[in-house]
């Protein structure tokens, strides 16, 4: 059974650059094939795919993100870890990492989520 969780700060200011981290656990995030995900819910909306990390350490972004996202991997700690720079009260959502065959919003293992408020 793998099991995500992700963790960081529950509030940032405007302007910040967040910074969250999914620790693996039941898996290896090397294992072939899989893509390990960050996706995000603002408050009443639907879920948006951010980006993603590969197996391989190949690294993708939504286009509307990538100016402002980095993902990364510690495959020391099997861990995943997110970052958004220039944080506005629109980057308010609840983020989750999780594990797929692919990128985007589906999976097969996903964190309980954590939420973020960015302040003005």
């Known amino acids: 059974q793998v099991q995500l969780q992700e963790s960081g700060p529950g509030l940032v200011k405007v302007s910040q650059t967040l910074s969250l981290t999914c620790a693996v656990s039941?898996?290896?995030?090397?294992?072939?094939?899989?893509?390990w995900n960050w996706i995000r819910q603002p408050p009443g909306k639907g879920l948006e795919w951010m980006g993603a990390?590969?197996?391989?350490?190949?690294?993708y972004y939504s286009p509307s993100l990538k100016s402002r996202t980095s993902i990364s991997r510690d495959t020391s700690k099997n861990r995943v870890t997110l970052q958004l720079s220039s944080v506005t009260p629109e980057d308010t959502a609840v983020y989750y990492c999780?594990?797929?065959?692919?990128?985007?919003?589906?999976?097969?293992?996903r964190g309980q989520g954590t939420q973020v408020t960015v302040s003005s």
């Open positions: 990390i590969s197996y391989v350490g190949s690294t």
């Open positions: 039941g898996g290896s995030i090397t294992t072939t094939g899989y893509y």
């Open positions: 999780s594990r797929a065959k692919g990128r985007g919003v589906a999976y097969d293992y």
